[in-house]
């Protein structure tokens, strides 16, 4: 479960709810790939500089199957844009993320994430 503020866009609150509701629940072709624009902007420390909603949709899978809880720490929201820093609750512990946020017409455009990729990577993330 994760509770985000009133302030954050519905994108976001569908986009979290995704993530925390665990892997038996997930389709990557499914409600997460409507949130995300074709050729969606990802960038992260593990897979770099990606272009693309559907490779985004199969790569987030194993965050999925690991991620227990998501604590949000804090959130800003502007008018296109948003940054989240949370918590996320690891078979082996717990990794701070920080992730920024770009819209268009709704849709999550640019996405990048910032966490250190040993510490995820010990911790169970994959």
Known sequence: MITLSEAAPE???RYYRI???GI???DPDG???TLLVDDLEFEGPISGKRTGAAGFCQGVKGFIANVSTI???QEVHGADASAMLYDAHMPGGIVRLAEFFRFDDG???TLRIHYDPTEYMQKGGR
């Open 107 to 109: 849709k999550i455009s």
């Open 31 to 33: 409600e997460l790939r």
């Open 24 to 26: 038996d629940a997930y």
């Open 19 to 21: 993530l925390a509701a």
């Open 11 to 13: 994108v976001l609150q």
């Open 71 to 73: 604590e949000v720490i």
